[in-house]
């Protein structure tokens, strides 16, 4: 049963989709869920769910609110930390080239700033 409060929430997220024009707006391979169905947006502005092919306008209109899983114009959260990661190794690579030496240089200023941010902090004025 949908209450007051289900709806008001409804209405604040972004990614509940209601209307075929919000639907048709989906770059091509998006994922969507509605009660316990998985819909995959196709490469023809069609969605194709396990009971067939439709277009955004029925789909809009027998299963709306529809939520968004993933878009592929979105990076996801593996991507994200994989680039995380490979920021924090150039970090470790140039730290590491002015530490090597027996008289070590100066680590760059930036290498601190960029580690700070890494975990979670501002960058410093």
């Known amino acids: 049963?949908?209450?007051?409060?289900?709806?008001?929430?409804?209405?604040?997220?972004?990614?509940?989709?209601?209307?075929?024009?919000?639907?048709?707006?989906?770059?091509?391979?998006?994922?969507?869920?509605?009660?316990?169905?998985?819909?995959?947006?196709?490469?023809?502005?069609?969605?194709?769910?396990?009971?067939?092919?439709?277009?955004?306008?029925?789909?809009?209109?027998?299963?709306?609110?529809?939520?968004?899983?993933?878009r592929p114009d979105l990076p996801d959260q593996t991507t994200l930390a994989a680039r995380l990661a490979a920021v924090a190794a150039m970090a470790d690579r140039h730290e590491h080239g002015a530490t090597r030496w027996q008289d070590p240089l100066d680590v760059p200023e930036w290498i601190g700033e960029l580690r700070a941010i890494l975990n979670g902090g501002s960058v410093p004025e």
């Open 1 to 70: 049963m949908t209450t007051p409060a289900d709806t008001a929430a409804d209405t604040r997220d972004a990614t509940l989709l209601r209307t075929a024009g919000e639907l048709a707006d989906l770059p091509d391979g998006t994922i969507l869920t509605t009660e316990g169905r998985v819909l995959i947006r196709a490469y023809n502005g069609q969605f194709r769910t396990s009971f067939g092919t439709y277009p955004p306008d029925l789909l809009a209109r027998w299963y709306a609110p529809l939520r968004v899983l993933w």
